[in-house]
């Protein structure tokens, strides 16, 4: 069940002063941009990321306080580290790392690449967080979800067949799930509030998943003609992140499709409208959820990622 509300135009970030932001996959594209937004507001940003070099170079970058620690989503002993190196309070978490694969990958654990760093590796971040988390989660979807679907008999296609479409879209149909569950279990408890968000088409080097060069330089250029810039797939992000709108919400630009912003806008080309919705998934959604996230709650290539 679906309802809507008017749309959001994006404001300029509300001050952040003596605020903490932690932000996965901010070492490029929307994370990134979401990251660079926070600082200006004046929000202190740690920047967990699996490559440190990466991760540094974009402190650096930023006109605020940051720091960088070491995490890879994909390695459930990396997510319990991070989580331990978190001490001080989480004002908003923000959920923005993911990966896309060329072919079947699994981690140590014998889970699906791409399944283990868009949901496992965030869940159990969150799940650690969660009792320093003062204000809001956000976790950010894709409308892939729509063509998804969880089999939670071979959540790891080792009998079924593997593309890269089914993997994908069933990684995000998880956040889904997760997310919407999360948002029910806080409100009940009083905590900190849950929102959903995703940038629509956005040009970022999530879409560069080949080994070739040239190739992922033509897939940018192809994409940049037609998509939104990193930073404009960005704005729902900070919209889920610090605007009054309703716990549970699933943001995201509504254009055809829900792609893109439609241009001109007043605003600009990097304030698109937002729109939000509410979702409430069913029993059904609920019970094919639980099962395959308890698989990260046991023991602990190729492609591209926003980490």
């Known amino acids: 069940m679906v309802a809507m509300t008017p749309n959001l135009l994006p404001a300029p970030l509300p001050d952040q002063s003596g605020r ?15 990251a660079l937004a926070a600082s200006r507001a004046r929000a202190r940003l740690i920047l967990p990321a699996r490559n440190a070099e990466r991760a540094q170079a974009v402190c650096a970058q930023l006109p605020g306080p940051a ?25 908003v978490l923000v959920n923005c790392a993911g990966r896309v694969t060329l072919r ?13 760093t868009n949901l496992y590796g965030p869940f159990a971040l969150t799940n650690l967080l969660l009792p ?20 939670v008999d071979d959540p790891n296609f080792s009998r079924r067949r593997w593309t890269m479409a089914a993997a ?14 999360l948002d029910r279990r806080l409100r009940a408890a009083d905590g ?41 797939g960005a704005q729902p992000l900070l919209v889920a992140a610090t ?49 395959t996230c308890e698989a990260v709650r046991g023991p602990a290539g190729t492609g591209s990622d926003r980490d």
């Not at 994908?168 to 569950?181: C, I, N, P, R, T």
């Open 192 to 232: 900190p509030r849950v929102e959903l968000a995703h940038p629509g088409w956005a040009t970022t080097n999530l879409q560069n998943a080949t080994t070739n060069a040239r190739v992922n330089a033509f897939v940018t250029w192809s994409c940049s003609r037609m998509a939104q810039t990193a930073e404009e």
């Open 67 to 91: 720091r960088s620690i070491p995490l890879d989503l994909a390695d459930l002993d990396s997510v319990r580290a991070a989580a331990a190196e978190v001490a001080e309070p989480v004002d």
């Open 243 to 291: 605007a009054d709108v309703p716990p549970g919400s699933y943001i995201g630009p509504d254009g055809i499709g829900g792609q893109r912003a439609p241009r001109p806008w007043p605003g600009g080309p990097c304030a698109p409208p937002t729109r939000v919705r509410r979702r409430r998934p069913g029993g059904c959604a609920r019970a094919r959820r639980a099962p």
């Open 104 to 116: 079947r990958e699994t981690n140590a654990a014998g889970h699906e690449l791409m399944l283990a």
């Open 20 to 34: 903490t932001w932690l932000i996965t996959g901010a070492t490029n594209g929307i994370g990134k941009e979401a």
């Open 132 to 151: 320093r988390v003062r204000e809001r989660v956000v976790i950010v979807g894709s409308n892939a979800h729509a063509i998804g679907r969880v089999d």
């Open 168 to 181: 994908y879209a069933q990684s995000k149909l998880g956040d889904m799930l997760w997310g919407f569950e």
